[in-house]
């Protein structure tokens, strides 16, 4: 079956509007260890998707409808959040802002420069999100200790009531509920989760530009990009036509890392606000959410770690759908040094 990939932009990279080093008390080297990548404001394009029709498509537009009028500023919020986030010890780090642009440009024209600064790891921090203290901290000592892992995420949420928590299992299966979360959680793998706080080993990054310039003759196509692909179908009835999938930036971003042979993991010990900036509400996990009994059951039961295993290397190669929904051999350390569990449930 053929299929065409269509992309919602073709920028594989550009200028940021802030670049600002925050080196520790004694300068390590000339490279940030961490660059923090963070979309400011409201989206300037007014079209940011084509259903083309010479492919078969409806030929409809979609719009983006700005909801803040002042693209270059934050929440004071996130202002505070900055002040009280806690690094880990002695590593430089590195702030970058995109404003003006869809967070799909933004981020990927982010991650080219943070590779180009020779950076080891990316977070990317949406402006409407406020992690807990210690969410960068912890974040980074588990992709550390777990080379296996390409991207982890903390907890975020939609911003409407009733809130659910935007992380997946499986592709158009909606919200994912059944992991641990609240203190004592223990991470877990996932399919994907959005982009509002999330770690990047860059190293990972660079093997799925190769990958995907592989599959596309050598041409290099943006890591950060909504993708609609349209595949031939053949029907006795119909004839051949052709049936679309859509892939959001930020899930197309997971899928692509485990094609690459890594794993995506949720810290649910890590939960984050999620800011309406109109209204000063700010949304979070609700405390009726099963990943906090999990926690509290588990521990009752006396049980401090759920997999005995050794961490291990990854093994190189695709993750298979199997090892995605059914998790993966190996333990997976957290940021306490604890084998965590390496299983979907």
Same mark, same amino acid.
């Given at each position: 079956?053929?299929?065409?990939?269509?992309?919602?932009?073709?920028?594989?990279?550009?200028?940021?509007?802030?670049?600002?080093?925050? %080196? #520790?008390?004694?300068?390590?080297?000339?490279?940030?260890?961490?660059?923090?990548?963070?979309?400011?404001?409201?989206?300037?394009?007014?079209?940011?998707?084509?259903?083309? *029709?010479?492919?078969?498509?409806?030929?409809?537009?979609?719009?983006?409808? %700005?909801?803040?009028?002042?693209?270059?500023?934050?929440?004071?919020?996130?202002?505070?959040?900055?002040?009280?986030?806690?690094?880990?010890?002695?590593?430089?780090?590195?702030?970058?802002?995109?404003?003006?642009?869809?967070?799909?440009?933004?981020?990927? @024209?982010?991650?080219?420069?943070? &590779?180009?600064?020779?950076?080891?790891?990316?977070?990317?921090?949406?402006?409407?999100? =406020?992690?807990?203290?210690?969410?960068?901290?912890r974040l980074y000592?588990?992709?550390? *200790?777990?080379?296996?892992?390409?991207?982890?995420?903390?907890?975020?949420?939609?911003?409407?009531?009733?809130?659910?928590?935007? @992380?997946?299992?499986?592709?158009?299966?909606?919200?994912?509920?059944?992991?641990?979360?609240? #203190?004592?959680?223990?991470?877990?793998?996932?399919?994907?989760?959005?982009?509002?706080?999330? &770690?990047?080993?860059?190293?990972?990054?660079?093997?799925?530009?190769?990958?995907?310039?592989?599959?596309?003759?050598?041409q290099e196509v %943006?890591?950060?990009?909504?993708?609609?692909?349209?595949?031939?179908?053949?029907?006795?009835?119909?004839?051949?036509?052709?049936?679309?999938?859509?892939?959001?930036?930020?899930?197309?971003?997971?899928?692509?890392?485990?094609?690459?042979?890594?794993?995506?993991?949720?810290?649910?010990?890590?939960?984050?606000?999620?800011?309406?900036?109109?209204?000063? @509400?700010?949304?979070?996990?609700?405390?009726?959410?099963?990943?906090? *009994?999990?926690?509290q059951e588990r =521990?009752?039961?006396?049980?401090?770690?759920?997999?005995?295993?050794?961490?291990?290397?990854?093994?190189?190669?695709?993750?298979?759908?199997?090892?995605?929904?059914?998790?993966?051999?190996?333990?997976?350390?957290?940021?306490?040094?604890?084998?965590?569990?390496?299983?979907?449930?």
């Amino acid at each position: 079956m053929a299929s065409f990939h269509q992309f919602n932009h073709d920028v594989l990279d550009g200028e940021v509007t802030i670049h600002f080093d925050r %080196p #520790p008390d004694i300068k390590l080297s000339n490279a940030p260890k961490i660059v923090f990548a963070i979309p400011v404001g409201s989206k300037r394009l007014n079209t940011h998707f084509l259903c083309s *029709k010479e492919h078969g498509g409806c030929g409809s537009e979609w719009a983006d409808v %700005p909801a803040i009028t002042t693209p270059s500023m934050v929440p004071v919020q996130l202002m505070l959040s900055y002040h009280n986030l806690q690094m880990p010890l002695n590593v430089s780090t590195t702030f970058l802002t995109v404003s003006g642009y869809l967070s799909s440009v933004a981020r990927q @024209i982010m991650t080219k420069r943070a &590779i180009q600064l020779g950076a080891k790891y990316i977070i990317y921090w949406d402006d409407d999100t =406020l992690p807990p203290q210690d969410a960068a901290y912890r974040l980074y000592n588990f992709m550390e *200790k777990n080379p296996q892992v390409g991207i982890a995420t903390a907890v975020c949420t939609t911003r409407v009531e009733p809130v659910e928590p935007v @992380i997946y299992a499986a592709h158009g299966d909606g919200a994912h509920w059944d992991f641990e979360c609240g #203190p004592g959680a223990i991470p877990e793998p996932i399919f994907a989760s959005g982009g509002a706080f999330c &770690i990047a080993r860059i190293s990972a990054i660079v093997d799925v530009i190769e990958m995907l310039k592989a599959q596309n003759d050598g041409q290099e196509v %943006p890591v950060w990009a909504d993708e609609k692909v349209l595949t031939d179908y053949e029907d006795k009835e119909r004839g051949i036509y052709k049936r679309g999938t859509f892939w959001g930036h930020d899930v197309r971003f997971y899928r692509l890392m485990q094609e690459a042979g890594y794993h995506a993991v949720v810290h649910g010990a890590l939960l984050c606000g999620h800011l309406d900036a109109q209204t000063g @509400i700010v949304y979070e996990m609700p405390k009726d959410a099963p990943g906090f *009994k999990k926690v509290q059951e588990r =521990l009752k039961n006396g049980n401090l770690k759920q997999d005995n295993s050794e961490n291990q290397e990854g093994t190189g190669g695709p993750v298979s759908d199997e090892e995605r929904g059914a998790g993966v051999a190996g333990g997976l350390q957290d940021s306490g040094g604890s084998p965590a569990v390496h299983s979907a449930h």
